[in-house]
């Protein structure tokens, strides 16, 4: 029988600077009687990866640019977090509404440049990880050393949509796993080719981790068994469309 | 321990006019001796309830208008496939590369209005169902009627993203659940009240749902065991983002 199961990791605990998520992980499955594999697939809320990483900043401590204090009027948003937003990113693609949609450093294309004011405490915003890849990657070689086995790592976020209501969690770093699924060339039952399926399982499995997650910062990490990971490296920029395919980038 | 369940009901049979799709899933459910629950939510692929509607259309039997014609030789694209995407729209919200971008009567914002030519044999293509919320909610009453049970329902399709490569499930039809799960207004452990948290979890469950069920066609209906279902209504008409607060409708 083909079956998914996406367990959450509880009772994490706050996570500081400096602390090692690899180390937290290899806990937590201890006290859940949880023994890893190498085809497990564990989703880590990026928020545990920043605080970890020192990616958090004390709102206080920041000067707004007089092009952070302009915006800030114009969207009714605080100035100091309009500073960092515009820090994290490389260009605004849309505003409007108090939000602010940008391209990442990274190249994300999201609200706000990922910066996020909840689970961090009063007055501080995590900002994503430098790089979510590499911070993947560095997950999953500390597990391996703990634990001799080597499973898939995806680092998640919410994001919004345009059209659609409400944040779907989607994949900002990925270690070893392919993050989509091509079945371009195969063909269904009727001998149709398919032309056009290419499903971003990373995104799938970072939005189905969130069912489990929640956003309260309980359950930061997730072990998805059953899926069948392919291949032994990826990146989440595989998932950015590129901006000449890109019908609502440049306007 | 939060654990969810995706559980691929398989030997569904190709469905034709007229099967009754809760009919398939009960004998599926009884061939893997899965017990369904009130909790249970069942993500059922588009593709076989629009057979099973009737919502499947032969090309050649299509005659295209000037406009299809005018917009197939702009985007190389089948003349009678433009035609259907016409007839199936609103309006258009974009073009390029040899997609359009339209809104649905629904309201859905996808490419091609979601008119799909995989898993419906050869020169055919698949509509989407006329009315997936009224399609769930009758799986869902028969379902009942047959089992003494009403599982969550939701009706997937596959939607490209701007921005990010691949589709990710979402949900184009729900009954029997809220399709958001609004956790604004509530604090996390900080005391930081949450102003932003709102997650889509229809699509984030749909999304999950299509890991299992892959682009074959082989696995159309996927149990979730596990979410804590709130409400016993919902409409993916919920999803949709109104005009007037979205960023990337009118340009």
Same mark, same amino acid.
């Given at each position: 029988?083909?079956?998914?199961?996406?367990?959450? /990791?509880?009772?994490?605990?706050?996570? #500081? =600077?400096?602390?090692?998520?690899?180390?937290?992980?290899?806990?937590?499955?201890? &006290?859940?009687?949880?023994?890893?594999?190498?085809?497990?697939? %564990?989703?880590?809320?990026?928020?545990?990866?920043?605080?970890?990483?020192?990616?958090?900043?004390?709102?206080?401590?920041?000067?707004?640019?007089?092009?952070? /204090?302009? /915006?800030? #009027?114009?969207?009714?948003?605080?100035? =100091?977090?309009?500073?960092?937003?515009?820090?994290?990113?490389? #260009?605004?693609? +849309?505003?409007?509404?108090?939000?602010?949609?940008?391209?990442?450093?990274?190249?994300?294309?999201?609200?706000?440049?990922?910066?996020?004011?909840?689970?961090?405490?009063?007055?501080?915003?995590? /900002?994503?990880? #430098?790089?979510?890849?590499?911070?993947? =990657?560095?997950?999953?070689?500390?597990?391996?050393? +703990?634990?001799?086995?080597?499973?898939?790592?995806?680092?998640?976020?919410?994001?919004? &949509?345009?059209?659609?209501?409400?944040?779907?969690?989607? $994949?900002?770093?990925?270690?070893? %796993?392919?993050?989509?699924?091509?079945?371009?060339?195969?063909?269904?039952?009727?001998?149709?080719?398919?032309? $056009?399926?290419?499903?971003?399982?990373?995104?799938?499995?970072?939005?189905? $981790?969130?069912?489990?997650?929640?956003?309260?910062?309980?359950?930061?990490?997730?072990?998805?068994?059953?899926?069948?990971?392919?291949?032994?490296?990826?990146?989440?920029?595989?998932?950015?469309?590129?901006?000449?395919?890109?019908?609502?980038?440049?306007?």
């Amino acid at each position: 029988m083909t079956r998914l199961e996406i367990i959450g /990791l509880e009772d994490f605990g706050d996570v #500081r =600077r400096g602390d090692s998520i690899s180390e937290l992980i290899v806990g937590a499955c201890v &006290r859940q009687a949880l023994t890893l594999t190498d085809s497990d697939v %564990l989703v880590v809320a990026h928020k545990i990866v920043s605080k970890a990483e020192g990616q958090i900043l004390r709102l206080d401590e920041i000067q707004p640019s007089a092009r952070a /204090l302009e /915006l800030s #009027r114009e969207l009714g948003k605080e100035a =100091r977090l309009v500073e960092v937003i515009l820090r994290e990113s490389r #260009r605004i693609i +849309r505003k409007g509404g108090g939000t602010i949609i940008v391209e990442t450093h990274h190249g994300f294309i999201c609200a706000n440049a990922g910066v996020d004011l909840s689970n961090v405490g009063l007055g501080r915003v995590a /900002l994503l990880p #430098r790089d979510p890849d590499a911070s993947a =990657r560095k997950i999953r070689e500390e597990i391996q050393q +703990r634990l001799g086995v080597a499973p898939g790592i995806i680092i998640s976020d919410s994001f919004g &949509r345009p059209w659609r209501l409400g944040t779907v969690d989607v $994949a900002v770093g990925v270690a070893g %796993l392919r993050p989509v699924k091509d079945d371009r060339g195969t063909s269904d039952r009727y001998g149709y080719e398919l032309k $056009a399926s290419v499903a971003a399982v990373a995104d799938e499995l970072a939005a189905a $981790a969130e069912v489990v997650m929640g956003k309260k910062g309980e359950i930061p990490v997730v072990v998805i068994r059953g899926y069948e990971r392919k291949g032994e490296d990826g990146s989440a920029q595989e998932l950015l469309r590129p901006e000449a395919e890109d019908l609502f980038r440049s306007f």
